[in-house]
């Protein structure tokens, strides 16, 4: 069965500041998709990345970067220079033969 | 462009009452539907899914169930709510092919308080 942890339940940073969203999965297939989503207070799931398995190219989209290692089976989610509307719950996703698996979550607080 | 719509935003329900809510999804034909629970503000649980009209699958054993009378309207229903049925209801979508390489859509969420 696939699985996905997300060891991190709470991060709490000072605005401006770099911080890394962990997440690490397990699976048997050789083809399956990650996504991180955003969860704001307002409570609605916004998908910010799909990557699929055979694509370790890490991605940079504005303040956001992701980096995506086989070899230790994480899929790893930086937010650079923190801002407090980056304020809420992000999840790690595996898509898989056993259909699409969340982590429990990060529960991300910037202050200002 | 894709919408999904769902409603109502936020329920408050005596024990023992009934539960419909409601979900439907514009700007996509066929697409794969989802209900699922987050309580205590956190991690997600799958209830039901649904690949076609009338077709549901559910994950959980529990006193809801799910419809889908039409292509792109998905329905959360019990006939008497428990206390545990309290929580934060999101329905999403996706596009239906290709398996789970697909990203799915969450509406705005249900939240659901039970007295």
């Known amino acids: 069965a696939q699985k996905v942890t997300q060891a991190q339940t709470e991060i709490s940073v000072v605005e401006k500041e770099d911080v890394t969203l962990d997440c690490v999965y397990e699976t048997r297939d050789t083809t399956y998709y990650l996504f991180w989503y955003k969860q704001p207070p307002s409570g609605e799931l916004v998908f910010l990345i799909r990557r699929n398995s055979f694509d370790e190219q890490n991605e940079i989209s504005g303040r956001y970067s992701w980096n995506f290692q086989k070899s230790t089976s994480s899929f790893n989610f930086t937010i650079t220079a923190s801002q407090v509307v980056d304020s809420a719950v992000y999840f790690c996703a595996l898509g898989g033969a056993d259909g699409l698996t969340f982590g429990k979550g990060t529960h991300l607080i910037i202050q200002p | 462009s894709q919408t999904i719509h769902q409603w109502p935003a936020t329920l408050v329900q005596p024990v023992g009452s009934p539960l419909s809510l409601e979900c439907t999804v514009e700007g996509t034909s066929n697409p794969n539907l989802y209900w699922y629970r987050q309580a205590a503000g956190r991690g997600l649980q799958l209830l039901f899914y649904s690949v076609g009209i009338g077709q549901i699958s559910s994950e959980v054993p529990q006193n809801l169930s799910a419809s889908r009378p039409q292509d792109r309207q998905f329905i959360l229903s019990s006939k008497k709510l428990l206390l545990s049925d309290s929580g934060f209801y999101l329905c999403?979508?996706?596009?239906?092919?290709?398996?789970?390489?697909?990203?799915?859509?969450f509406g705005d969420g249900t939240r659901l308080s039970i007295l």
């Open positions: 999403a979508w996706d596009p239906g092919v290709g398996g789970y390489n697909q990203p799915q859509h």
